[in-house]
Each structure stands twice: as structure tokens, then as C-alpha cells.
Nanobody
């Protein structure tokens, strides 16, 4: 099993920055790949960025060039640096982990979830 705890959410004006953190623990086999996903009420959860076991990353087109995902295995932390935030980035952001060595941006590829952290971007 794996435990995931997100932090760092909050309110920010458009154009601003936030860094989300996910502290994880548990067996490594349950967190081969990890990622950030987000969801707004009434919509399906969507992938934002993932990092695979080999260190390769993948980003949603809507955040590419603005967001950066990083994983610090020594500190057991997954981070998401979000720059130039837009109104449409407002959502609850979830940290996810998978037993798979490589995952896509589809939430179905994730087996474990944190409880989420809210990000609100205002004009």
C-alpha cells in the first residue's frame, strides 16, 4: 500500500505561481509511477502531469511549458511547480501513484490517490 498527502494549494491571482507537494510513503512497488491530476465539480478527473519510473515525464497540453513535475525519492516528495496560472487551472489537485512503470494521463492508470488540495485562481 501507499499513502499520499497533498499540500500547497491555495488562492492565487492569474499569472501567479504555486507549488504543490505530495508526501508519500509505502512500498515502492505501489508508486513506480506518480502524477498529478485535477478535477472540477461536474467534470471528470483529468491528468495534469506524470513521471514514470524511468524519470520520463508527460504533461497535458494545457499546462505544458507552465507546470513542472518533479519527484524527490530521497525526500519521498512529488512536486508540481505551477507558473503563469490561469483561471481554468482552478480545481482540486490530486496526487496519484501506480504500480505500473509507465502511466498515461488517464486517471484509470492510477491505483492510489491522495485526498486532494484546492487551487483557486482569480482574476
Amino acid at each position: 500500500q501507499v499513502s499520499l498527502l497533498e499540500s500547497g494549494g491555495g488562492s492565487v491571482q492569474a499569472g501567479g505561481s504555486l507549488t504543490l507537494s505530495c508526501t508519500f510513503s509505502g512500498d515502492y512497488e505501489y508508486r513506480e509511477s506518480m502524477g498529478w491530476f485535477r478535477q472540477v465539480p461536474g467534470k471528470e478527473r483529468e491528468g495534469v502531469a506524470v513521471v514514470n519510473s524511468d524519470g520520463t515525464t508527460r504533461y497535458a497540453a494545457s499546462v505544458k511549458g507552465r507546470f513542472t513535475i518533479s519527484k524527490d525519492s530521497a525526500e519521498n516528495t512529488l512536486s508540481l511547480q505551477m507558473n503563469n496560472l490561469k483561471l481554468e487551472d482552478s480545481a482540486t489537485y490530486y496526487c496519484g501513484a501506480s504500480t505500473r512503470a509507465s502511466v498515461s494521463l488517464f486517471p484509470a492508470s492510477i491505483g492510489f490517490w491522495g485526498r486532494g488540495t484546492q487551487v483557486t485562481v482569480s482574476s
